[in-house]
């Protein structure tokens, strides 16, 4: 096989991998508003943005970058929802992709085919994230946890991009202007949901430890702007006057810290064990994808045991912080396990710890026993990596496209007649209205035959009527 066809392999892998993303945006255009998208949307009507900011925030939520970013949406109508998806996917892929490389840079990785390779790790990530989370539908196709859980992730790869810049030392940490860019990010990155923000403050506390260890200080500069950044965010959030209200709502019963702190252990190990059990068919597809890229690595001439297993725990213990960063809110507010949405953030975590350390594992394991050509490694590679995308890509295709899409379209086309009727009788002068109920989806209500239920209040509020009752 020449040289061309070889690279070809490579090509072929990252078009399958990016085609099988075609399906996830494909049913987004099937999405529609549901309950708190018509409470945020009607609030969004009958105010400007400063009103609706500073309501909501005393009256709700402390989750500042959400209020920032769901009054535009609203303003734009539900319309916008079906092209939201395919925008959040790609606005994720390209950063996260441009991460994977300057990781590739960082551990001296071979400059030919850098790019391709960086995008069939990051979208086989991306995949298998989509794919192993309990809450597929809440992330991505339900506009407030897309907000919530997705467009943080999101911010997260550019604050690592960033990051990892400066590490290779193509980008200087010492300007006022990028210092200040690199705050803003953080700060407002840091204003979505509890679960993620202190997720992220972690992820700082981590990385100042790191840079003091390493005596970097450029990249302690810009891990203590991020550190003191999403403290002010995580201030902002929790003292917001409106999370009484919730903490109302919700029956909320403060629990002793060392309680909380056990628990939020507690639900850390069972989302690991979780994550490996519920997913076979996936981690064998994220596991073997790791394994074909492996090959293209070069030995490690240190084959000490130390050397092996140092970098795993560290990554490991970094991992198990940030996932119990996570669970902490939730223990602490409903002394409860993280909900599905939220297993969202632990399960993007875990992908990437996975897939680096099952590379690592296979090149330091290959260096220790086995010598072989390079050259025969890498085209290994580039024909089990097309192998493994193929059957990412049909998994993907049988398991969750089409089992969904008809269902999926179903929704929507009851969703627009519904719409329709309300609107038609609202133009016709009728100010309570009976419509069919659709049900609930992961959770996630529809309207009751009771005018006074939360959801139909919202629904009333957002097409300015006085009562909607489902039947």
């Known amino acids: 096989m020449t040289k061309e066809k070889d690279n070809l392999l490579f090509l072929a892998a990252a078009v399958i991998l990016c085609s099988a993303l075609l ?14 998208d018509y409470c945020v949307a009607g609030a ?36 916008v929802l079906k092209i939201l998806p395919a925008f959040t996917i790609l606005i994720w892929s390209v950063p996260l992709t441009l991460t994977i490389r300057a990781v590739l840079q960082s551990v001296g990785a071979n400059k030919k085919n850098l790019t391709i390779l960086s995008v069939i790790i990051s979208t086989t990530i991306i995949l298998t994230s989509f794919s192993m ?45 990028t210092l200040f860019l690199f705050f803003t990010l ?44 999403t403290g002010i965010g995580l201030v902002i959030e929790a003292f917001a006057p409106g999370n009484q209200v919730r903490a109302e709502s919700i029956d ?54 130390k050397k092996g297993v140092t970098p795993l725990l560290f990554s490991f213990s970094g991992v198990f912080i940030l996932i119990t960063a996570c669970c902490f809110p939730v223990a ?35 260096s220790l026993f086995f ?45 627009d007649r519904r719409e329709n009727k309300i609107i038609d009788a609202k133009t016709n002068g009728f100010t309570e209205v009976v419509v069919n109920g659709l049900e609930s989806r992961e959770y996630i209500s529809d309207i009751s035959a009771q005018a006074t239920f939360w959801v139909n209040s919202c629904m009333a509020n957002y097409y300015d009527l006085e009562a909607i009752i489902g039947k």
């Open 23 to 36: 399906f996830f945006a494909h049913l987004g255009i099937f999405t529609r508003y549901m309950a708190d």
């Open 44 to 79: 969004a009507k009958n105010s400007n943005h400063f009103e609706f900011v500073k309501g909501m925030y005393y009256s709700w939520t402390g989750r500042f970058s959400y209020l920032l970013f769901s009054y535009p949406l609203s303003r734009l109508g539900p319309s």
């Open 133 to 177: 989370t309990p809450g597929l539908f809440q992330v991505l196709y339900w506009r407030d946890g897309l907000l919530n859980y997705l467009f943080p992730i999101v911010g997260l790869s550019m604050i690592t991009f960033i990051l990892l810049e400066v590490f290779n030392d193509r980008m200087k940490a010492n300007h006022p202007l």
């Open 186 to 229: 953080c700060f407002f990155n840091s204003g979505f949901a509890e679960a993620y923000t202190t997720t992220q403050f972690c992820f700082f506390g981590l990385l100042v430890l790191i840079s003091i260890f390493f005596k970097r200080q450029d990249l302690l500069k810009l891990s203590l702007i991020g550190l003191i950044a």
């Open 252 to 305: 909320y019963m403060p629990q002793p810290i060392m309680r909380v702190f056990f628990l939020s252990i507690r639900n850390t190990i069972h989302v690991f064990g979780r994550h490996v059990i519920f997913n076979p068919l996936w981690m064998l597809l994220l596991g073997g994808s790791a394994i074909a890229v492996s090959l293209i690595f070069p030995d490690t001439t240190d084959t000490s045991i």
């Open 332 to 366: 602490y507010m409903l002394n409860a396990f993280p909900d599905d949405r939220i297993l969202f953030i632990p399960t993007v975590v875990l992908n990437g710890f996975l897939f680096y350390s099952i590379t690592y594992l296979c090149v330091f394991l290959r």
């Open 371 to 415: 010598v072989k050509d390079n050259r025969d490694m890498i085209k290994t590679s580039r024909t089990t990596l097309l192998l493994f995308s193929i059957c990412l890509f049909l998994a993907i295709l049988s398991t969750i496209y089409l089992k969904n899409l008809s269902y999926y379209k179903d929704y929507a086309n009851r969703w």
